[in-house]
């Protein structure tokens, strides 16, 4: 069970900050049923409620300077995987999100980088699918490796292209 104030990764919301645990005063609130009040770390607007036994969303602590130092650091361990069909290559990215997992996360940014760079350099437009997907996974990478490296989004951005150019 997390504490008030640690920092986790909850579902797609990505980076969350825990305000509060405890019973909550909602209609829609199960009676006796402790809950996570969290708030997204990057926005101020929302305020999200979660059971603490939620097994439906992924929770977990955010990485470690060390964990982030080495998944930046063995970048080209990663295998690119690529779907030659676009609908394929969708129901992979939308696993990979689901398990908030950085190294597939990070598959996810290197695979769809390369492609990229391989279209743009042919004239051609990158799939629309390929592009939200790409920057779905480098929000919640970038988010969580910022924090645990003690870095702004952009150096983390910066970081993980010059390590991709790298490979």
């Keep these: 069970m997390f504490q008030i104030g640690d920092i986790i990764i909850y579902g797609t919301s990505g980076v969350c900050i825990i305000d509060n645990i405890g019973p909550i005063d909602s209609p829609s609130a199960s009676k006796g049923r402790t809950y996570y009040t969290l708030h997204p770390y990057y926005s101020e607007r929302n305020t999200i ?18 964990e982030a130092t080495s998944l930046i650091n063995n970048i080209q361990e990663i ?28 598959k996810i940014v290197k695979s769809i980088y390369f492609s990229r760079k391989e279209k743009i350099a042919e004239g051609k437009k990158v799939p629309a699918r390929d592009e939200k997907y790409y920057h779905m996974a480098e929000e919640s990478l970038y988010g969580e490796l910022a924090l645990s490296l003690g870095l702004e989004i952009d ?13």
């Excluded at 097994?55 to 977990?60: A, D, N, P, S």
């Excluded at 983390?156 to 790298?166: F, N, T």
């Design 49 to 66: 409620f979660t059971p603490t036994d939620n097994k439906k969303v992924q929770m977990r602590s955010i990485l470690s300077k060390e």
């Design 79 to 106: 295998k690119c995987v690529w779907a030659n069909d676009e609908r394929g290559r969708e129901v992979e990215y939308k696993e990979a999100i689901k398990q908030c997992d950085c190294k597939q996360l990070l």
């Design 155 to 167: 150096q983390v951005e910066e970081l993980v292209h010059s390590k991709l150019e790298e490979t």
